[in-house]
């Protein structure tokens, strides 16, 4: 297994869950408090259908890119899947139970950050442009 930084192993979980349309993915940065991970990722869906499918879609990006999930619980219910990664710990909830847990809220005193398809969005450069309209000339 190669060593990746957890910067892409976020952006790898991130991208899986948004491809599935989970909304308000957050990003809590735990390091340097007491606890057992360095980061969460919090997530919710509509249904417990769509839930199991942004926990499926996370857990096959992460295997395809040679990490192995340490555990995962709540898959039956579909109301809240927990993925244990090490290092990173993913929580897809249903929107209202994710209300009742209010992870956010409990971790109040970490950094937290939004994560939205906007920030995977490629943006050509000025010079790629240029670059571009030079070779049509």
């Known amino acids: 297994m190669k060593i990746v930084s957890p ?5 790898l979980i991130a991208k899986a869950a948004l491809a599935k349309k989970a909304n308000d993915v957050v990003l809590i940065d735990l390091r340097g408090l ?15 259908t769509q839930i199991d ?9 992460m295997h395809l890119s040679g990490h192995k ?5 709540g898959k039956k219910e579909a109301l809240w ?7 990173i710990v993913v929580h897809v909830f249903y ?10 809220k409990l971790w109040h005193d970490a950094p937290q950050e939004r994560i939205s398809e906007e920030r995977f969005k490629k943006r050509s450069t000025p010079s790629r ?9």
Request: charged letters at 40%; proline letters at 2%; aromatic letters at 8%.
């Open 129 to 137: 442009r240029k670059k571009k309209k030079r070779l049509r000339d």
């Open 81 to 87: 899947i927990l993925l244990d990664y090490g290092d």
């Open 95 to 104: 929107k209202d139970a994710r209300g009742f847990y209010n992870l956010e």
């Open 7 to 11: 910067k892409k192993n976020i952006e």
């Open 69 to 73: 999930l340490i555990n995962k619980e």
């Open 53 to 61: 499918s942004i926990a499926d879609n996370i857990e096959k990006a």
């Open 34 to 48: 007491p606890t057992l991970c360095d980061y969460f990722i919090v997530a919710s869906g509509e249904s417990t």
